[in-house]
């Protein structure tokens, strides 16, 4: 080692380790022609703060540096190192060797398809890097700033119009996109989230609310027919699941726009609709179906309706209870059927004025259904008249 230089001096040296145990960003470097190698080097920062921070990039075993010694000091400090082809690192095997081709930088590098420096890199020997890119021409606009692992994890924020959002990927491509003010290549300040696998949305202590603002829909849909699912949970694919574990499921509708009369209609509607089986199943308790006005049912087949231990109740409280048959009407009971009024017509008895009495029951009207005129058990003989004609008796006589 030198004795306290008087002037400062530059040499160009090759790093052997950055092994350091006291973690002050000491190297041990080589220098050619020197009796006393290796010698330490006090790494230098563009940027460091006393331990709160800084900028720290620490060369690699077999770069090529350029060390200095300063006035009035015995030390060696860190001026820079050499970007050219023997700088690049075998990590594997510790020597530096020469790379194939004239291209000294990694692909992230700094210079542009224009061949000048428009790009900020900072790479590790491992591959993690973050560029931040100026590169902009009347043919192509490439401003964007991005930060990647190794195996490819990314976080790129692209001003360009093609692309004009941020993505968050991992390594196959899942993520977040959330395009810009403007992007031909995504939705205009939307937002997507896409993955190959399963996605979980959980909240701990609030709540999640999905509200569309007026915009447009909120459609929720499976598309899927579980050709890339594994089995057997293939089986289950398709389905839309909806369960509470401790409360109720709410569906309301609180208005409804009725673009006849462009106006909003109070309360709305709610359609479902369902092209195979519609069922509702109530395990424990009541199923209420109430409605401020009519409630119809219909069916193309058979409406059937049982209680397996109950009655079945119709009441209108103040109107009428109609059946009508296309054809037959069958009541039966297995004890008995009863029929319960002050008056009881059959076959419209009442509007003929027909009325049988029923002792404390009211009256009974039956109107006699149209008989044919029996056949006499012996035909008569048929006479001829005066003229030799049959003759034929008036029936109205």
Not at 296 to 322: P, Y
Not at 351 to 371: D, F, H, Q, R, Y
């Amino acid at each position: 080692m030198e004795s306290q230089r008087t002037n400062t001096k530059v040499w160009k040296a090759t790093v052997k380790s950055n092994f350091d145990v006291n973690k002050k960003g000491t190297l041990s470097v080589e220098v050619e022609g020197w009796a006393n190698n290796p010698v330490d080097v006090v790494y230098v920062s563009p940027y460091y703060t006393n331990s709160q921070g800084g900028l720290i990039a620490v060369p690699g075993h077999g770069a090529e540096i350029l060390i200095m010694g300063i006035e009035n000091s015995d030390s060696y400090y860190y001026a820079g190192s050499i970007v050219d082809k023997k700088s690049t690192s075998n990590l594997d095997a510790g020597d530096p060797v020469p790379i194939s081709g004239d291209k000294v930088l990694p692909e992230e590098a700094s210079y542009s398809d224009n061949f000048t420096p428009e790009k900020l890199v900072v790479k590790t020997p491992k591959g993690h890097s973050l560029t931040m890119s100026d590169e902009w021409d009347k043919n192509k606009n490439n401003m964007h700033v991005n930060l990647k692992t190794k195996l490819g994890k990314s976080l790129m924020m692209h001003d360009g119009p093609e692309v004009g959002a941020i993505l968050l990927k991992n390594e196959g491509g899942d993520g977040l996109t959330v395009g810009g003010m403007e992007s031909s290549d995504y939705p205009t300040r939307g937002i997507m989230l896409q993955s190959k696998s399963d996605q979980l949305y959980q909240s701990a202590k609030g709540s999640i609310d999905i509200v569309v603002s007026n915009g447009g829909e909120l459609n929720i849909e499976n598309d899927s027919n579980g050709t890339n699912y594994l089995a057997p949970f293939f089986l289950n694919s398709g389905c839309i699941n909806i369960a509470s574990k401790y409360r109720d499921i709410n569906i309301t509708n609180k208005a409804f726009f009725d673009f006849v009369e462009n106006r909003v209609v109070k309360p709305g509607r709610v359609m479902i609709h369902a092209g195979k089986g519609l069922q509702l199943e109530c395990t424990e308790g009541e199923v209420i179906i109430h409605s401020a006005k009519k409630i119809s049912i219909a069916s193309e087949g058979d409406i059937d309706m049982q209680s397996a231990t109950g009655n079945i109740n119709l009441h209108a409280v103040l109107g009428d209870v109609n059946i009508k048959a296309g054809k037959n009407l069958n009541l039966e009971g297995t004890l008995m059927a009863q029929i319960h009024s002050e008056i009881i017509a059959l076959n419209n008895a009442a509007a003929e004025g027909m009325w049988t009495p029923i002792p404390k029951s009211g009256a009974l009207l039956v109107k006699p259904l149209p008989t044919t005129p029996a056949l006499p058990a012996t035909p008569s003989i048929i006479e001829p008249d005066a003229n030799g004609d049959p003759y034929i008796p008036d029936p109205g006589i």
